[in-house]
């Protein structure tokens, strides 16, 4: 199939559909509003529905209703927005329903601003509500890594009964790329759980995440955490770029990866030798990758668009066996190749920037 | 020859709810008419948070437990998702007059197809009597202990009255099930609630005025005087909106 060029909020909007989802709800906030109009304009046609909601909390129960009746479905919205979601995601979580979410992040707290953050890393990859859950959290770098991980993320969530969320930022869902939507989608489970009616042919389904007796809830918890350890052992995502040999190893997801990448490409240039280990699933994290280069780099650098929240998982995995300093902008700034090269400059040297 | 039997839609095991509490009567209401309709096998209920919130251990028909106030949210998911089913949810006055008042406005607005079942007592039960977005003027509770007082904490919601105003909904009747007729009345409410989302004609909310003698620190039987005496003065039964009955030139 030939590539089309898309904006990649749009590439999630068409991607979502390829994988079989025909439920949209959303409420609109900057700077993901592509995804809800292309929705708005595609649901209709396909036998879809595309609903505004009156709130981020309503988009949210909406939701948690289709995945009830055991159908593809899918909300979307920025930080803010995904605050408002967080009640939402706990209840999904304890249901045990799969639910497809993007956060196209901005900057904050608060209202903070409209331009590009990883600043809700902590938020999603510690599930975001209350309770002891996670969620699949799912970082690309590109325009067809949004279509990818979102057919990905639909696949994950109803395999393993949970919500999968893309975590995007302003500059992944505004920037145009080419991109094939030539997208293999595998057929979705039975869902014997969903609650579609018992034709009296059998016994009432519940969706439910009320347990009041201590010693099942506990039971609930850690069968899970069961099922959380095998996603740990067999869903882990991430690309390592230039590694072999390296002395020096960047951390770094989504537009902050691009940017390192290139920054890696002048270091080599300049004979310095550094790779960059890209998680793609920020929840489960990869933790081998981080484990084994910590015992050939003299210092990791984690790059983000954040006050440094990436970086504790980076300490954890590499076991603080090595430096780990933070290169960041933060509040809608994007580090530039230079910051990062500098980084790399100072970190080659053994120092600190 | 069977005079009196429990409905089907109803599962034989003891409610929880505390003596003299109108809840089981509604909930026999309920599951009289998925009976006699002959929806059971495609109805799906919504419970609430509050007293009613293990609804779902006591209906046949598959059963979604929703966060506090967002029933009508998740309904609207339920329904959308497949059209032919038939959806209600059960919400007390706490979940849908105060947290999840704009999930009820705005699935009334949309005309959304499903049926409300509103339990009005005037109060938080669950928690322990604390007072409601419909507690009366003056009424003592956990958190107005000195009576509810409108300058501190404004007035008693009307939902009924509130929402007749929007062009969305079908229909909206407050009844009671403190006496034998009232009891009969509330019933016939909720059949048409249910015919109505059979019919396609939308949005359609029953409020039932209940008792909490337990809360209102009172005896069954007083408490049920309570809703003739105090509660139906502030919150009168009737119909409050009936759009096809209206348009094909009904009575109002």
Redesign the interface.
Known sequence: MDKVLMKGNEAIAEAAIIAGCRHYFGYPITPQTEIAAYMAKRMPKIGGTFLQAESEIAAINMVYGVASAGLRVMTSSSSPGISLKGEGLSYLAGADLPSFVVNVQRGGPGLGGIQPSQSDYFQSTRGGGHGDYHMIVLAPYSVQEMAELTVKGFELADKYRMTAMILADGTMGQMMEPVSLDLQVAEPPQKPWATTGTNLSRKHNIINSLSLVPEELEKLNVARYERYKIIERDEVRYEEYRMEDADVAIAAFGIAARVSKNAVDEARKMGIKVGLIRPITLWPFPKAPFAKAAEHVKQFISVELSMGQMIEDVKLASECKVPVTLCNRVGGMIPTPKQVLEAIVAADKGGKL | MIVFDKPHALIDVPLHYCPGCTHGIVHRLVAEVMDELGI?????G?APVGCS??A??Y?????????HG?AP??????????PT?VVFTYQGDGDLASIGM??T??AAARNENITVIFINNAIYGMTGGQMAPTSLIGQVTQTSPYGRDPKLCGYPIKVCEMLRELDGPEYLERVTVNSVAHVRAAKKAIKKAFQNQLDGKGFSLVEVLSSCPTNWGMTPQNALKWIDEKMIPVYPLGVYKDRSATQEGGNK
């Open positions: 059971e096998g495609k109805t799906i919504i919130v293990m779902y251990d209906f046949n028909c598959d059963m979604i437990e929703a966060a967002r949210a998740v309904a609207t998911g339920v329904k959308r998702a497949d089913k704009a999930e406005v705005h």
